[in-house]
């Protein structure tokens, strides 16, 4: 990290400290050109890949998948099997990969954990009084602790809306400050765990602008979060390319002013193979190579990884294997 880096980034994390800071910085953001940004979205989205890339592309869409059940009528027998199949998409075919991680709710975190124990896939579980966020601070604390504390490696957080659409900026700054640090020590420290990552919802679709997008994308970094999601797929209008476009061009302004990377999920409405292969586009286009990898870049997604393995099934054997051929999730 470079001195200049490293002088910015002591700069910016003074701005949580008050309301005016946090304002004035968010505000003298620039703003976004909502043409330009979905012609480019769009632009992008005609790209086409083909035999050997369409086939990395596919494999590396099922590592990103977070593979997600978050219906009031999820029982332990529905997430274990959901999480059984995160382990093994394809069972018949042993080269497939697992997918990223599971995203349930906390009640179901421990079922889940136990699945997933010993393996690669990733624990996650939405929290803060998902999907509205509103409740008070204790009870948004009390969730992520309970989260963390039966498993969960990864929390989806959504922000209070209410509260950023007010300019009450700090108020929201302050809660994601606070639930980073209930996602455990960053030293590591839950019996030798290291800390739950923090993917901060920002419920695009609520926010009306794209430079609201914009400055909740960077608010959501300055607090400490280590990837900013786009939906809690719970709105009509969730995941959409120019929004997505929008975050991660912050993603790389802020690594650029501080040197930290941070992750971006977009999440709900992502339902076939050609969507996702448009979002992956669209990273190599933006960010580059550097967040194509799973540790970086997350689909939000149930139904998507079935088309996912359908289209891998087609390139292997010629055929289509039929939506009946994988189970429903």
Request: aromatic fraction near 6%; include cysteine.
């Amino acid at each position: 990290m470079t001195a200049t880096t490293t002088s910015a980034r002591s700069e910016l994390s003074e701005l949580g400290r008050s309301e005016t800071a946090l304002r004035t910085f968010l505000h003298g953001l620039p703003g976004v050109d909502q043409v330009g940004a979905e012609q480019r979205a769009a632009q992008l989205g005609t790209r086409s890949i083909k035999t050997t890339a369409k086939a990395q592309a596919i494999d590396l869409a099922i590592r990103m998948v977070d593979l997600t059940t978050l219906e009031g009528a999820d029982t332990p027998g529905k997430v274990r099997a959901l999480a059984a199949k995160a382990l093994r998409p394809d069972p018949a075919d042993p080269s497939c990969p697992h997918v990223g991680a599971v995203c349930v709710y906390p009640a179901m975190v421990p079922y889940v954990a136990e699945v997933l124990r010993g393996s690669n896939v990733h624990l996650a579980s939405v929290a803060t009084a998902f999907p509205s966020g509103q409740a008070p601070l204790e009870i948004k604390l009390a969730d992520t602790r309970a989260a963390v504390a039966a498993g969960a490696d990864e929390i989806d957080m959504v922000i209070n809306r209410g509260a950023f659409l007010a300019g009450r900026y700090k108020e929201v700054y302050d809660e994601i400050v606070a639930v980073k640090e209930a996602c455990g020590p960053a030293d590591g420290g839950r019996q030798g765990r290291p800390a739950a990552h923090l993917k901060v919802i920002l419920e695009t679709g609520e926010l009306a602008t794209y430079d609201n997008v914009r400055r909740a994308s960077w608010l959501a970094m300055l607090a400490g979060g280590d990837f900013i999601k786009t939906s809690t797929g719970k709105v009509p209008v969730a995941a959409t390319l120019p929004v997505t476009l929008v975050m991660l061009e912050a993603v790389r302004d802020f690594r650029a002013a501080t040197g930290r990377q941070v992750g971006v999920k977009p999440a709900g409405g992502i339902k076939t193979t050609k969507d996702a292969i448009k979002y992956l586009v669209m990273v190599n286009e933006t960010v580059g190579p550097d967040w194509l990898d799973p540790d970086w870049f997350r689909f939000g997604a149930s139904s998507l990884l079935n088309d996912l393995l359908m289209q891998r099934t087609k390139l292997t054997t010629g055929t289509y294997s039929g939506p009946d051929y994988f189970t429903l999730d």
